[in-house]
């Protein structure tokens, strides 16, 4: 066989994976266990309209059927853009334009990362709901102004969806949009995606407290799929003209001419809290505090960096007289949001210079 050459004008996309398509009858029943409540007999006739309209949406994969011209400000101004992607990119901005409103008090995203609710099956809060509760306190009596995000609700409210990352990145970075493109997806039902609403909270943001149990030695599941989703923001392609939507040819051709990947939250300051019950706080701590450095975010120091053990080796029955007892857990998780609000102080008056802000990047040639 002849060797390959590589072609930079015409990049590589590898496909070989089984067909997902599902044919009528699996489809049906896929959307049907949607309504297995007998209520829903009542309605058959118009549910097997319902039915026979999503198939049709299905079937011709209309993933954004409502669009308009990108316009002007767009590479390619004649291109369809997704009305749904444009209404997260308005939000984006608009939220980008307070962050950047000195006259404006100060704002915190605390992240309550823990599933567990008293809304739903545990019957209980969370001890991170309750450390956060904490924090929020101590950020409003120093006069800023806080944004509580409840991750909880993922799994207590409904409609409250995260759906996972496609992971477009590794095809080709500007493959990536920003805010990201893949949702919602209309034609498979991916619809009510959260993020699109969680995108502008990140942006408007001047800090970001995140306040995490340990899950089997990783973050909780829902904390796991915004952090997944949130790749967009460290260096996604704000136009998604330039490669008509999702074509890896483009993306890729974009990427080989040079990339610059933008890091859309950079220059904001964070802490995180991490507890556990036996094991795996600093690996999470570690994984946490890495990750938002290299989204180009600034630590609020050392005493933004919380991991600690809350009852050791105790029952789980009692784990929140455990937190009742450990006022140092408490003082601590207090202690960080207030190292985070200094942080936060410094950046906006301009008297915190990253002592790395003028290297360049390596780039491999």
Same mark, same amino acid.
């Given at each position: 066989?002849?060797?390959?050459?590589?072609?930079?004008?015409?990049?590589?996309?590898?496909?070989?994976?089984?067909?997902?398509?599902?044919?009528?009858?699996?489809?049906?029943?896929?959307?049907?266990?949607?309504?297995?409540?007998?209520?829903?007999?009542?309605?058959?006739?118009?549910?097997?309209?319902?039915?026979?309209?999503?198939?049709?949406?299905?079937?011709?994969?209309?993933?954004?059927?409502?669009?308009?011209?990108?316009?002007?400000?767009?590479?390619?101004?004649?291109?369809?853009?997704?009305?749904?992607?444009?209404?997260?990119?308005?939000?984006?901005?608009?939220?980008?334009?307070?962050?950047?409103?000195?006259?404006?008090?100060?704002?915190?995203?605390?992240?309550?990362?823990?599933?567990?609710?008293?809304?739903?099956?545990?019957? #209980?809060?969370?001890?991170?709901?309750?450390?956060?509760?904490?924090?929020?306190?101590?950020?409003?009596?120093?006069?800023? #102004?806080?944004?509580?995000?409840?991750?909880?609700?993922?799994?207590?409210?409904?409609?409250?969806?995260?759906?996972?990352?496609?992971?477009?990145?590794?095809?080709?970075?500007?493959?990536?949009?920003?805010?990201?493109?893949?949702?919602?997806?209309?034609?498979?039902?991916?619809?009510?995606?959260?993020?699109?609403?969680?995108?502008?909270?990140?942006?408007?943001?001047?800090?970001?407290?995140?306040?995490?149990?340990?899950?089997?030695?990783?973050?909780?599941?829902?904390?796991?799929?915004?952090?997944?989703?949130?790749?967009?923001?460290?260096?996604?392609?704000?136009?998604?003209?330039?490669?008509?939507?999702?074509?890896?040819?483009?993306?890729?051709?974009? #990427?080989?001419?040079?990339?610059?990947?933008?890091?859309?939250?950079?220059?904001?300051?964070?802490?995180?809290?991490?507890?556990?019950?036996?094991?795996?706080?600093?690996?999470?701590?570690?994984?946490?505090?890495?990750?938002?450095?290299?989204?180009?975010?600034?630590?609020?120091?050392?005493?933004?960096?919380?991991?600690?053990?809350?009852?050791?080796? #105790?029952?789980?029955?009692?784990?929140?007289?455990?937190?009742?007892?450990?006022?140092?857990?408490?003082?601590?998780?207090?202690?960080?949001?207030?190292?985070?609000?200094?942080?936060?102080?410094?950046?906006?008056?301009?008297?915190?210079?990253?002592?790395?802000?003028?290297?360049?990047?390596?780039?491999?040639?």
């Amino acid at each position: 066989m002849p060797e390959k050459t590589f072609d930079p004008a015409a990049p590589r996309v590898v496909k070989g994976m089984p067909s997902v398509e599902l044919d009528r009858a699996e489809f049906e029943r896929r959307f049907r266990a949607r309504f297995a409540d007998p209520l829903f007999a009542d309605v058959e006739d118009e549910l097997r309209a319902v039915i026979d309209t999503a198939w049709l949406s299905y079937s011709e994969h209309r993933k954004s059927p409502r669009t308009r011209k990108a316009g002007p400000e767009f590479a390619d101004a004649s291109y369809d853009l997704s009305l749904d992607w444009l209404a997260a990119r308005d939000a984006i901005q608009s939220a980008a334009a307070r962050h950047r409103d000195a006259s404006l008090p100060g704002r915190v995203l605390v992240v309550n990362a823990s599933s567990r609710s008293d809304q739903t099956c545990p019957g #209980e809060m969370s001890k991170s709901y309750r450390l956060a509760g904490e924090a929020q306190s101590v950020i409003e009596n120093a006069g800023l #102004e806080v944004d509580l995000l409840d991750l909880s609700v993922l799994a207590s409210e409904y409609g409250r969806v995260i759906h996972p990352c496609k992971a477009c990145v590794s095809t080709a970075m500007p493959l990536c949009h920003w805010p990201c493109s893949c949702y919602p997806n209309h034609s498979l039902g991916q619809s009510q995606d959260w993020m699109n609403e969680i995108y502008p909270r990140w942006v408007a943001a001047h800090g970001i407290l995140i306040v995490t149990p340990v899950n089997w030695y990783h973050v909780p599941s829902g904390l796991k799929l915004m952090i997944d989703r949130l790749v967009c923001a460290d260096g996604g392609n704000p136009d998604p003209t330039r490669t008509h939507g999702k074509n890896p040819a483009e993306a890729k051709a974009i #990427e080989l001419e040079g990339w610059d990947y933008p890091k859309h939250l950079a220059g904001r300051a964070f802490a995180v809290v991490v507890h556990g019950d036996v094991a795996g706080v600093d690996e999470v701590k570690h994984a946490l505090c890495e990750w938002l450095d290299w989204m180009g975010l600034v630590r609020a120091g050392a005493g933004g960096a919380v991991d600690r053990y809350i009852g050791y080796y #105790e029952p789980y029955a009692t784990s929140h007289d455990a937190l009742d007892r450990d006022v140092a857990v408490q003082d601590e998780a207090r202690n960080a949001a207030l190292a985070l609000v200094e942080r936060v102080r410094q950046i906006r008056s301009g008297t915190y210079h990253k002592p790395d802000a003028g290297l360049t990047p390596p780039r491999k040639k």
